[in-house]
């Protein structure tokens, strides 16, 4: 980018609630915000739910949900484009005075019937422009009974260009594009109520970015496409267009466009499998921009540095060891009390009480080296407060007679020592030293019975952070 842009920043997120928050969403999302906030402008929120048969109020609320999880605070919004209807109708009727739209009666059947004509004279299929006024062309008389929908007259010829802020300059044939189609009538019920016809996407979106000012629009390659649509509409209006930037789609790791029949593609179920939001908004940020060799970078970081240069041309892929990596990272760089309380909430969800704040953070600070996720630091962390299940193999290999004696031993001293790493520690010293035995002969069993596992950071600490009736309560069964 060629220095910082002249008028304020604004750009906004618009996604559709007919489904939880795309990652692909999440991360144009975030470059958005990242623009907006690095150049000190404001971040919008508009939810597109004219198609009313596919949106819900729960997608919306799992959108709202999933935003706020990640931290992309919004400046203004949610602005919802089916409480704009009024708007839309009176730019609608600014176009059609000023020829820039015109109302189309063509029933299906007849443009069924036009494009089966195309095909067969081997043409390409589009609308014929039969309603489209010109200078001297006579139009047939609107029939009875049909509601017309409203086209937007596109220039006929010449080229639309727009220098894209990712894929650089883009040129596309106006001869390539139809009128389209930019209201279509309220359904009949509804219309006898008065109500307003439903915009389409295309114009819509246009309406909404000039309301609300937006300067730069970050989306999906997708969107190429209907891009000179919307440079169209707007100069129809006379308007300047925004900067737009079409962002590569993400790839799944099979190198097929992520999707949900190949693992998770929300949001929030990243947030269900123990993931940190700084971890997503640092992987997603990757996936697709770069700032040098930078792996590991805050949301500051981010905004210091995001000027919208160094997007990647072409399609990252998924690659779910690497967000793993990223994770583990960044929870080993969270304080102990949000570790603490994330780790909560975890067992909650299970059912176990997590008990004493303190106790959990230095477990989790025990722990967090080992895990990935906070699900494994959760597993982890359950041992102090719900059953463990010792596996009957490791029972069998470790819980030796030996070794049984010398727990025997450990469980009469653990008794009456201090509860703390160092007297534990000297304790399991002394049961050594009388049963003649090893670390490695009494170590793992212990383990096995009082943690339900074989391996464990040092033991006498992990111990230290149980209660006491606990540990002497499995011991038991030595
Ligand atoms: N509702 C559109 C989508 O979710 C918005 C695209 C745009 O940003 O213009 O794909």
């Known amino acids: 980018m060629s220095g910082p842009p002249a008028s304020p920043v604004r750009t906004r997120i618009a996604p559709s609630p007919t489904g939880f ?28 739910d004219t198609d009313v048969a596919r949106s819900t109020a729960e997608a919306t609320g799992q959108i709202i949900e999933a935003m706020r999880w990640l931290g992309l605070d919004w400046d203004e919004g949610p602005f919802f484009q089916m409480q704009r209807l009024a708007r839309y109708h009176e730019v609608v009727e600014q176009m059609i005075a000023a020829g820039t739209a015109y109302r189309c009666w063509c029933t299906p059947e007849e443009l069924d019937a036009m494009r089966e004509a195309q095909r067969a004279r081997g043409e390409k299929t589009r609308y014929d422009g039969r309603w489209r006024p010109a200078p001297g062309k006579g139009r047939p008389e609107p029939p009875a009974g049909v509601q017309p929908v409203v086209r ?9 260009r727009w220098d894209d802020l990712v894929k650089g300059p883009i040129a596309i044939d106006n001869e390539e594009i139809d009128d389209l189609i930019i209201l279509r009538p309220a359904s ?5 109520d008065g109500a307003f016809g439903v915009p389409t996407y295309n114009f819509a979106v246009v309406v909404d970015d000039l309301d609300m000012r937006i300067t730069h629009v970050y989306r999906g390659d997708e969107h190429i496409n209907n891009t000179p649509w919307q440079i169209n509409i707007f100069r129809a209006l006379g308007a300047p267009p ?41 992987y997603l940020a990757r996936l697709g921009w770069s700032h040098g060799d930078e792996e590991l970078f805050s949301r500051e970081q981010m905004v210091h540095w995001f000027d919208g240069s160094h997007l990647a041309r072409s399609p990252a892929q998924w690659d779910p060891a690497k967000l793993a ?45 080992r895990c990935t996720t906070v699900v494994e630091l959760a597993d982890w962390a359950a041992m102090l407060r719900a059953d463990v299940q010792p596996r009957p193999e490791d029972l069998a290999t470790h819980l030796t007679e030996a070794a049984r004696a010398g727990l025997r ?3 009469e001293r653990l008794a009456a020592v201090e509860w703390t790493a160092p007297a534990i520690a000297a304790a399991m010293q002394q049961t050594l030293a009388a049963h003649r035995l090893r670390m490695p002969q009494l170590a793992p069993a212990l383990r096995v019975l009082v943690c339900g596992r074989t391996q464990t950071p ?16 499995r011991l038991a069964a030595a």
């Open 242 to 282: 925004p900067q737009y930037g079409h962002c590569p789609i993400i790839l799944g790791d099979d190198g097929l466009k992520l999707s949900k029949r190949r693992g998770a593609v929300s949001v929030t179920a990243y947030r269900d499998l123990g993931y940190l939001p700084e971890a997503m908004l640092n």
């Open 458 to 473: 040092s033991i006498d600490a992990v111990l230290a952070l149980f209660d006491r009736d606990t540990v002497l309560g």
């Open 409 to 411: 031993d450990l469980r």
């Open 325 to 369: 990596w990223v994770n583990a990272q960044w929870l080993r760089r969270a304080d102990d009390a949000r570790r603490a309380a994330l780790v909560g909430d975890q067992l909650a969800g299970r059912g176990v009480v997590a008990g004493d704040g303190t106790v959990l953070a230095r477990a989790c600070a025990l722990f967090k080296d």
């Open 21 to 48: 928050l795309h990652l692909g969403t999440a991360r144009t999302a975030l470059y958005s915000w990242a623009f907006a906030r690095h150049h000190g402008g404001q971040f919008i929120l508009r939810i597109e």
């Open 152 to 160: 937007f007259a596109n220039p006929p010829s010449g080229v639309v």
């Open 188 to 192: 009949e019920g509804a219309a006898a």
